[in-house]
């Protein structure tokens, strides 16, 4: 593990100049299904390319207690996801790992895929509740659902990760995603995709799904983490 300058040296190239307000802990509700749909071996940041699936009949929700908040409710519909975009240079730090924070960062892509969307002239569902947040607000929204997750101790807050990772999503480098054009296509799920989450949300939730003679074909698609608040 680094230490010293040089965990604070990678932070403060990740970070840059950003600064957050308050984080104050909000509500997680309903379960969570996570399904690999692709390696990360090409991938510089996360574990490979996964399907964010949330329940129809129970949505995955973030409650936010925040006052001003721009959207008090973050109900995210089926997206792709990496696992946090937390660059691999970072995970060398106790608690960078993608999947240790997974609930929280799953809100942050979600909400990255709904601007884009927004910017795009594409969203969809409840994806323009979120055209009036600013950017900083997408950050701090990190931070808050961290500290959920650490007041539900579902997390340890004896690491650095809790109090970094926020500022390293209010980085320039996040800053650039936020604001970037003609994204938005690229984050909408292909039919296969889309019929392996259909399939999930039924109830028909194997470890792996495959195509069959009977049956649309699918790619490979495993479940591999599975949330329930």
């Not at 510089?44 to 001003?68: H, N, Q, Y």
């Not at 650095?160 to 995603?177: D, H, Q, T």
């Amino acid at each position: 593990m680094m230490r010293g300058t040089g965990m604070a040296g990678v932070l403060l190239a990740l970070a840059g100049c950003a600064t957050l307000g308050p984080t104050p802990p909000g509500r997680f509700d309903g379960p969570l299904v996570v399904l690999w749909v692709a390696p990360g071996t090409q991938d510089p940041a996360g574990d490979g390319r996964f399907i964010l699936v949330p329940m129809p009949d129970e949505p995955f929700t973030f409650t936010r207690t925040a006052p001003g908040a721009t959207v008090t409710r973050i109900v995210p519909g089926p997206i792709y996801t990496d696992g946090g975009s937390i660059p691999r240079l970072a995970q060398a730090f106790q608690g960078f790992n993608p999947w240790g924070y997974a609930p929280a960062y799953m809100i942050h892509d979600w909400l990255f895929v709904a601007r884009h969307c927004v910017t795009d002239g594409q969203a969809q569902g409840r994806e323009g509740e979120i055209a009036a947040m600013p950017f900083a607000e997408s950050a701090r929204i990190v931070g808050e659902a961290i500290a959920t997750l650490e007041a539900e101790h579902r997390i340890g807050g004896d690491d650095i990760a809790g109090e970094a990772i926020p500022l390293v999503v209010a980085g320039p480098v996040s800053r650039a995603r936020w604001r970037a054009k003609g994204e938005c296509a690229g984050h909408r799920l292909t039919p296969q995709h889309a019929e392996a989450v259909r399939r999930i949300q039924r109830g028909a939730a194997p470890r792996v799904l495959r195509g069959g003679p009977d049956a649309a074909p699918l790619p490979e698609a495993r479940v591999v983490a599975r949330f329930s608040f």
